[in-house]
């Protein structure tokens, strides 16, 4: 198995572009997310999904979006891309939310000029 | 609001026993994790209480007291590979995580 992995691994964009990061998981997990690390901190989520189909905002939703067409895909969409948006992006993806045994991809490295 | 803390940074030597706290304070609680995250890569898991005391696997352990909104995290017999970052992480209503500890380890 895989696990979970991530493409691209590292982009650069200038201002105002847009982007799609894809994950993908083989576990067969219901819940996927999408996070973002910033130097020196901790995680934040920015949304994530239940389920197929479905989809939430986190803590910091403001200039994405997401879709789960596929239950082992979950798409990270930056329409207009800004130099706050500098970070590492890393996704997950767990079987049971409660347990929270959260499984991550390796991150992409995303600069924003 | 929602919140956790704990400390940016602790130094220990190679073979010493190590604790790092993390207090809380959410909206409804089910449980506390803890994360490792080595420079440059992914976290990866390392445990979860749901209930208060004790959860030992290998060299770490971690404990959960609901009542005091307070875990830690207590490495053993340290080794060089453990220096990395220690994230606690709070499910209440949403998954919350902390900043993270820095774990520097001396020969």
């Known amino acids: 198995n895989a696990g979970v992995t991530q493409t691209p691994k590292f982009r650069v964009l200038k201002t105002g572009q847009s982007m799609t990061l894809l994950c993908a998981q083989d576990m067969n997990h219901e819940y996927m997310y999408w996070y973002r690390q910033d130097p020196g901190m901790g995680l934040r989520l920015i949304h994530y999904?239940?389920?197929?189909?479905?989809?939430a905002k986190g803590e910091v939703p403001d200039g994405y979006n997401v879709s789960r067409l596929k239950k082992q895909n979950f798409l990270l969409g930056l329409e207009s891309a800004a130099p706050s948006q500098t970070s590492v992006y890393f996704c997950?993806?767990?079987?049971?939310?409660?347990?929270?045994?959260?499984?991550f991809g390796p991150g992409t490295r995303l600069t924003v000029l | 609001g929602q919140s956790l803390e704990q400390p940016s940074e602790v130094t220990a030597v190679e073979g010493a026993i190590v604790q790092i706290n993390c207090t809380y304070q959410?909206?409804?609680?089910?449980?506390l994790s803890w994360y490792q995250q080595h420079d440059g890569g992914a976290p990866t898991f390392l445990s979860y209480?749901?209930l208060d005391g004790l959860e030992e696997t290998g060299r770490f352990s971690s404990f959960l007291s609901r009542s005091d909104s307070y875990g830690y995290l207590l490495l053993q017999e340290l080794q060089m590979k453990d220096s990395a970052s220690y994230f606690c992480a709070v499910r209440g209503y949403q998954l919350i995580w902390g900043a993270g500890t820095k774990l520097i380890i001396k020969p």
């Open positions: 999904s239940v389920g197929e189909g479905t989809t």
């Open positions: 959410t909206s409804g609680f089910y449980g």
């Open positions: 209480n749901a």
């Open positions: 997950a993806s767990s079987g049971q939310a409660r347990t929270d045994t959260q499984y």
